[in-house]
T-cell receptor, first 115, second 113 residues
Framework: EPEVTQTPSHQVTQMGQEVILRCVPISNHLYFYWYRQILGQKVEFLVSFYNNEISEKSEIFDDQFSVERPDGSNFTLKIRSTKLEDSAMYFC?????????????FGPGTRLLVL | AQSVTQPDIHITVSEGASLELRCNYSYGATPYLFWYVQSPGQGLQLLLKYFSGDTLVQGIKGFEAEFKRSQSSFNLRKPSVHWSDAAEYFCAVGASGTYKYIFGTGTRLKVLA
């Protein structure tokens, strides 16, 4: 069964460093998402991406964050200058179409620790 | 604003016992509701979803959930828990007019042998 994959599974970085989290969505999906979960808190939506554009973003997704689909398979989340509060589990997801009823398929997550 | 509450952070049950995980939502219209499970090292796997129709929804791995509009609840149930069900369970609502899901904080299930 097709699945969403994410690399790395864990990343440790120093505050102020740039990190890139990578995701390979399911191959025929058109909509891509990033969510994050700070330890002990809710899974929060960050951004959705379609047709090489951001279609929606949350207030969390500020100028420090960017997303890109650099080729036909990868979908990346870049954090330009990491802060301690960026430490979280980051989930990538994809779906075939959009809409609240549409199932989003999630990857296993990347656990980011900012020191 | 839409929100999802999972009142139980941790639940421990014995293998073979029944299970009910609670989920309450706040949403003005008919909600689109989901339950996901995350086993260690795995992604969030969809267990079941509710959009309309029959309020009792069957999912994978023997799980079911019942939508109760009067109680704004979508509780997940399983009649007999297996040790492999130990995982974290997330309830989510699809937000109309947006692309995003709104999640609860999750319930971590421990199963005693």
């Amino acid at each position: 069964e097709p699945e969403v994959t994410q690399t790395p599974s864990h990343q440790v970085t120093q505050m102020g460093q740039e990190v890139i989290l990578r995701c390979v969505p399911i191959s025929n999906h058109l909509y891509f998402y990033w969510y994050r979960q700070i330890l002990g808190q809710k899974v929060e939506f960050l951004v959705s991406f379609y047709n090489n554009e951001i279609s929606e973003k949350s207030e969390i997704f500020d100028d420090q964050f960017s997303v890109e689909r650099p080729d036909g398979s990868n979908f990346t989340l870049k954090i330009r200058s990491t802060k301690l509060e960026d430490s979280a589990m980051y989930f990538c997801a994809s779906s075939w179409t959009r809409g609240p009823q549409e199932t989003q398929y999630f990857g296993p997550g990347t656990r980011l620790l900012v020191l | 604003a839409q929100s999802v509450t999972q009142p139980d952070i941790h639940i421990t049950v014995s293998e073979g016992a029944s299970l009910e995980l609670r989920c309450n939502y706040s949403y003005g219209a008919t909600p689109y509701l989901f339950w996901y499970v995350q086993s260690p090292g795995q992604g969030l796997q969809l267990l079941l979803k509710y959009f309309s129709g029959d309020t009792l929804v069957q999912g994978i791995k023997g799980f079911e959930a019942e939508f109760k509009r009067s109680q704004s609840s979508f509780n997940l149930r399983k009649p007999s828990v297996h040790w492999s069900d130990a995982a974290e369970y997330f309830c989510a609502v699809g937000a109309s007019g947006t692309y995003k899901y709104i999640f609860g904080t999750g319930t971590r299930l421990k199963v005693l042998a």
